[in-house]
């Protein structure tokens, strides 16, 4: 048989080919290789892919939290319950609240400053403070967010604001009522006023005495 020089490499590599993936799936059981497993966060190569957030170490979280708790602890016995900010009692209490609102410490010392607080912010709301009121529950809603109390509170501050606006307007419309506006004048009323003639200087009599002239010869011979 007359085969193609050119015919023949190319079935012969074929079939070493087919005979290579046979001898390869009797080694395996008859079963086809399976593919390498990619990871689920595979992504492209460079920058954006190595970037790793990094996790908090859990030691340095809790040694954070005792320090906090320690400085809230300060700040509490020293009366600086809420003043000032930044450095009061309820401000550390609320960051170590954000870092383990479950430790035993942190939730001893919320129980502490809570009922000071709630107290405080209703007293603030009495007194009329409306602006200072809902700051100090915003401050009060990170020791405890969602808290039935804050809520209340809140309630009350919205009702106060309410009957303030209300009071203020009853206030303007009884002094709009007390120092009522003059109605404008209509075109019959415009017409019936008395005109008042302009005043000439010929109408306004002047009486003056006549100035005799100075006699210079009298006055000399004097």
Do not use: K
Not at 114 to 135: F, K, M, N, T, W
């Amino acid at each position: 048989m007359n085969v193609d020089r050119f015919t023949l490499p190319t079935t012969f590599f074929a079939s070493l080919a087919i005979a290579s993936t046979i001898a390869l799936l009797g080694g395996c059981g008859g079963e086809a290789p399976s593919r390498p497993a990619v990871a689920d966060h595979a992504g492209p190569a460079g920058p954006i892919a190595d970037r790793v957030v990094p996790r908090p170490d859990p030691a340095e979280s809790s040694a954070e939290l005792r320090r906090l708790v320690a400085r809230g602890n300060q700040a509490f016995a020293a009366g600086r319950l809420f003043e000032p900010a930044g450095d009061s009692a309820i401000d550390h209490y609320a960051a170590a609240v954000a870092i383990d609102p479950a430790d035993p410490a942190v939730r001893e010392a919320v129980s502490d400053l809570l009922p000071l607080a709630l107290a405080r912010a209703e007293s603030v709301i009495v007194r009329g403070s409306r602006a200072d009121a809902a700051v100090l529950l915003d401050r009060i809603d990170r020791l405890t967010p969602g808290s039935p109390a804050i809520g209340a509170l809140r309630g009350r501050l919205a009702a106060a604001i309410r009957a303030d606006a209300e009071a203020e307007a009853a206030a303007a419309a009884r002094l709009a009522e007390a120092n009522p506006e003059p109605a404008p004048l209509t075109d019959a009323a415009v017409a019936e006023q008395p005109t008042t003639p302009p005043i000439t200087v010929d109408a306004i009599a002047l009486d003056v005495a006549p100035v005799r002239p100075i006699d210079l010869a009298d006055s000399s011979r004097r």
